[in-house]
């Protein structure tokens, strides 16, 4: 049996604040018939990918304009039209959200859909970066960790449908990209593709020092790069990219074989479909000589992994 | 203070099976030479750098010529010269050797001496990598899980002395280099410097088909690389390379800055010196922003990575 699935990241221009719900919908069903038009037959949408990148900024709680950002079920009317286009192009897809619980949690979540429509598997975002509080004298912020809570689900994997191959899929969003315990532990599930959306900064917004947008897309693919490696995985990051809200994102959206090479990769900063014939076969050499976990891996030293939080320096 | 410390790593072409430890002594006295007249203050020699490869051979366990490989002392009149002539010159060194304990034990090790001539810490190689038999009707073999135990210490880091700005060192050794559990243990200990010998095949010296040298060259940089920025830690990877007993081994040793950056490698397939100035506090911003432990990591959720030893896919 073939287990060449035809994968699309769907990389998006930035969603203004002031834009519709609405017209991004209507970009991102445009990025997932450009891809499908293409072959592809699972697309994967960036983090957060429906609104802007709203912990930018500070709003109150229960303010309306935050609550909109948040979906309260998924699917749901606002988004259905994009899940039903999918299902009538027989086209999965992973999109990350903001998710609002119906007894008040809120996460920042991904899911991905199977071609048939259907919710395989959902993720919760663990490694939250930014603040819990808003640092005043500030035009922009970084306040996920005021936002959401910290996810809740662990890094789960779930096998994919007959029709792609039945690989097993894993999820992260954005930051857990740079933290090697969440691509081990899907490693570890034996994850054959890992999904990443995410929008990363490409300055500092408020006009400090710090590393230029190249530095930063070169840190991204990098992550994923090493990270598919050592876990011999297939991985696509995804970006939300460009000047949004004034701020600047960077792009460089990729596809990743399990050797850590890039095999497509995002030119602009803009609305842009990347695509690859991913062969998840191509994961058993890897999964099999070089990183057989069960032949070579040495847990009773890796304790303080799960054992301390910070680093703890010797005298 | 300063923390910029000028570090050489010192690759070394191939040591053949039939060559004098005193020839291959004196090569390594030779790159330590070169390297402190461009002012290095430490310089990082190759894993078994005293002598060939030699589990790619199979040997009795108590054959005279295995037994010749193996270091029962560290120092010892053997190794002494280079030991005399470091102290001399007040220079550092990392070097990797085969141990032979009091008590019959034998490991992959490495230890890192001082600019005074004492040993400042030891390592024993954890992730051994290779078979714990012979392989029937292959010339050429790989022995390490026969020929060694797997290291008993755990990973070590260690402060260096007050004259380098007493950066903290962590120790691996080749095949530990891909796995991102001994990095991490090691950044659990705020290591600012992680200093890694290796011999790596460029091919599969019996024939077989397998990755090419440059993909192997490669994947050595990228584990680097990688594990350098996940950790906001410096690396310097130092090869023995080239043709060995008839066997190729990559070279590509490499200095990586805590971005990940490489700013020295090797362009040669022998003895070699490559040079950077390591800055030390260039490790902070990584350690106090994006990889904060302390904020960032959620070990609650890294559970498989201490709790199991292979992968175990999803039904």
Known sequence: MSRILRIAGAQMGPNQRAESRAAILARMISLLEQAAAQGAKLVVFPELAFTTFFPRWPMDRDSPELLACFET??????????F?????????????YAELT??????????????DGTILF???????????????????????????????MGFPAARGPAEWGAPVLGMLICNDRRWPEGWRVLGLQGAELVMVGYNSAAYDPNGGEGESAELRTFHSTLAAQANAYMNATWAVTVAKAGVEDGAGLIGGSCIVDPNGIVVAQAKTLGDEVILADVDFDACRQGKEKMFNFAAHRRPQ??????????ATPPA
Chains 1, 2 share one sequence.
Not at 84 to 96: C, I, M, Q, S, T
Not at 301 to 310: F, N
């Open 301 to 310: 030293w890796y304790g303080p992994i799960t054992g301390q939080v910070g």
């Open 102 to 115: 119906p007894d008040g949690q809120r996460f920042n979540s991904a899911v991905t859909v199977g071609p």
């Open 73 to 82: 079920a998924m699917p749901n009317p606002q988004v259905q039209p994009l």
């Open 122 to 152: 959902k993720y919760r975002k663990i490694h939250l970066p930014g603040s819990d509080r808003v640092k005043e004298g500030q035009r922009y912020q970084q306040l996920e960790k005021m936002y959401f809570q910290y996810g809740d």
């Open 84 to 96: 039903d286009r999918a299902k009538a192009l027989g086209v999965g897809f992973y999109v990350g």
